[in-house]
Structure formats: structure tokens, C-alpha cells
């Protein structure tokens, strides 16, 4: 376990001290941040965080450990970690590991005994930003000059990694479905696997003619789907493009749904632009409402961009969804092209229980 020192330096130069408590070394990413009390493992394992460096603002993290079966993905895509306090105690059954292990055997830098209440305003008023952790150079004007190098670069390229290398079967019964892997999660697979669809898991780059094709090759692939789910993933990955690109060409063919990053996929499918947000919404608490509902809804969200409403003129787009706080774009639909798509993660509401944004797109493939 490391115990040395640690250093944050965001791009706009503010320095924040504190201890390893994770991995060593150095790591550039985009700094943001996460207000759930819960779901720390969650957020470590989710491919949507990939190259961040993301700052809990709950002041005790690591209280229940790190246990397998809740992690999204097979590892951590994280850049870094920033904590207040680490447990010193692992209080859960069911827990298989510290939250340090975890983190050293994901090569995960983490820090804590960091101002994490200071770093969460200045996020607050400055915004999300780039920064960089490290265990070795300590100097902020080198560091900061490191943070220009790594945004210098091409951009973050991790869904090449993240998403699933070939067509892969998941399940045998059901409305034939196609995910489009962009950074699909433990969670939503087991959601759907629940509502009884037969899910195949297609690479980023497949083209559309062979997602909408699926011809059986011995029992690896499945029949032609019903229907398309655009998964949530990294926001500015460079392989979006090549989605983007697919889901034009798949538009009007079959329903489609994009969740999370998906939904922002969708929308630029259909001729709208994205833009970054000042503070993005990461947490388990977002108020939403349908447009001439009064009643609410509390969401799972973890977006730092948007989807500009003035991109959408005259193009039959109906906002479905908005975020209650701020009035921003949290769902889109479009009946002509039988797309739709939340912002917001379509989280389970418990124990063997499937969120109804799911459950409705799958009720309408069965009726097709």
C-alpha cells in the first residue's frame, strides 16, 4: 500500500496536495466529479468514466469494499481517483477486497486527505476541466505543461478497447436485440436479460449492413435483430464518430434507443450538435420531468455534455425528457424514425427490478 505524497493540478493551475492511496505514476485526464453517497465501485468499473479523473464528494469512500459481482466492466478505465478519507475498515459480507487493492491492481492513481469540499466549488464556478495526478513530480508549472502535452494529443481513444472485439451472443429467447457497444455495463445487461430479449453485443465499428443482416454462422450470431440499443460510454472518445456515422445509415430501418451517451449518438444521427456543459450532471439524484407533466423523477446521471436544443429545428424531434434543475435536453424522440433516447441512466430501481424506460422498448418489439 502506498502512502506517499500526491498531487492534483488542474489546467488552470490550482494545486491540491494530498497522499497515494492508490496506483503510483502520473496520469493526465478530464477532472469531474461524482455526489453519490454509494456506488464508488460503480463508478471506478463503469467504461463511461474511461481517462477521467474523478472527484467522490461523499467525504468517506471505501467503507463496503470492492466485491466482483458490482463492478460494470471486466476493469477500470479510470485515470485517477481524488477521496476526502479512506476507510480505514471494510465493513461488508460480501466484500472480496480494499478499496486500495482494487485500485493498485487496476493501476488506478488515487489520493486522499484532499480539500475535496475546495476542489468541488472551484469545479463549481471554474467548471469541468483537465488535470493530472501524480506520485513523482510535484512542481505545478511542470505539471501543467504536461496536462497542454496530453491535450496536444489526438484525443481520447479508448473505445477501441472498451467495446466488445467481435458479434457476441448473450442470450437465446426473446425479441432479437443489437447493443451497439460504446461502454455497456454489467447493469444493463442484466436488466435486459430480464426482460426476456435476446441480446447480441456488436463492436463500435460494425457496419450497418452487418448488424442489420446478423445471418447465423454456427451459434455465434443471431437472427436479424428487432431492434437497436446505442449503449452509454466515454463522451469524447474518438471512436463516437464511426457510431455516429452507423446510426445515420441504420435511421428509420428499426427502433432504436440510445441511453446515455448513446442518446447524444442518436441526436447527432439525426442532424444535432453537442455541447459541453459548464458543470455536468454525475450522481444519483437528478430531478427530471416530461414536458406537461407535473410529476417527477429521480435519475442516475453522468453527462458533462448536452444535447443543444436549437440544433434540433425542424426535424421532428420531440423532447421527452427535461432535467428539472437547469431545463436541459434528459430524452428525445423522433416516431417518424422510431428513435428515442434518455440522457439520464436508465438505473434499476432494486433488487431484480428493470427501469420502465427499458422495459417500455422492449414491450414494443414484442407487439412489432
Not at 28 to 42: N, P
Not at 95 to 106: F, G, K, R, S, V
Request: hydrophobic fraction near 40%.
Amino acid at each position: 500500500m502506498s502512502k506517499g505524497k500526491a498531487i492534483l493540478v488542474l489546467e488552470n493551475g490550482s494545486a491540491y496536495e494530498g497522499i497515494s492511496c492508490g496506483a503510483t505514476g502520473e496520469k493526465a485526464g478530464w477532472v469531474s466529479f461524482y455526489t453519490g453517497v454509494v456506488g464508488y465501485q460503480e463508478v471506478i468499473t463503469s467504461p463511461s468514466n474511461a481517462g477521467k479523473i474523478i472527484l467522490m464528494t461523499y467525504p468517506l469512500i471505501g467503507n463496503y469494499g470492492v466485491t466482483k459481482k458490482f463492478r460494470e466492466s471486466e476493469q477500470s478505465w479510470l485515470a485517477g481517483l481524488i477521496i476526502k478519507e479512506k476507510s480505514r475498515i471494510t465493513s461488508n459480507w460480501q466484500a472480496e477486497e480494499d478499496l486500495t487493492d482494487a485500485l493498485i491492481n487496476e493501476k488506478v492513481l488515487a489520493m486522499e486527505a484532499v480539500d475535496t469540499r475546495a476542489l468541488m466549488v472551484e469545479l463549481r464556478q471554474a467548471g469541468e476541466q483537465w488535470g493530472i495526478i501524480s506520485t513523482r513530480d510535484f512542481k505545478p508549472q511542470s505539471l501543467k505543461k504536461k496536462i497542454k502535452r496530453a491535450q496536444q494529443r489526438q484525443g481520447l481513444d479508448l473505445m477501441k478497447k472498451i467495446s466488445s472485439k467481435r458479434i457476441t451472443k448473450l442470450s437465446k429467447k426473446g425479441p432479437a436485440v443489437a447493443i451497439i457497444d460504446i461502454g455497456v455495463t454489467n447493469s444493463l445487461i442484466i436488466q435486459l436479460t430480464r426482460l426476456g430479449a435476446q441480446l447480441n453485443l456488436i463492436p463500435y465499428d460494425a457496419p450497418a449492413d452487418k448488424i442489420l443482416a446478423l445471418s447465423p454462422k454456427g451459434d455465434t450470431l443471431a437472427l436479424s435483430p428487432k431492434g437497436i440499443i446505442i449503449s452509454d460510454g466515454p463522451e469524447t472518445d474518438r471512436g463516437i464518430d464511426i457510431v455516429v456515422d452507423t446510426v445515420k445509415r441504420l435511421l428509420g430501418r428499426l427502433p432504436i434507443f440510445g441511453l446515455g451517451t448513446g442518446c447524444q449518438v442518436l441526436a447527432r444521427a439525426m442532424g444535432a450538435q453537442i455541447k459541453k456543459m459548464h458543470l455536468g450532471h454525475h450522481g444519483v439524484n437528478y430531478p427530471i420531468m416530461q414536458p406537461g407533466s407535473l410529476k417527477g423523477e429521480i435519475t442516475v446521471q453522468n453527462h458533462s455534455y448536452m444535447i443543444d436544443e436549437d440544433s434540433f429545428d425542424g426535424n421532428d424531434v420531440e423532447i421527452t425528457w427535461r432535467n428539472i434543475n437547469d431545463q436541459s435536453i434528459e430524452g428525445i424522440r423522433n416516431s417518424k424514425l422510431k428513435a428515442s433516447g434518455c440522457q439520464f441512466y436508465p438505473a434499476s430501481g432494486g433488487f431484480d427490478e428493470v427501469n420502465p424506460v427499458l422495459e417500455k422498448f422492449i414491450s414494443g418489439l414484442r407487439i412489432k
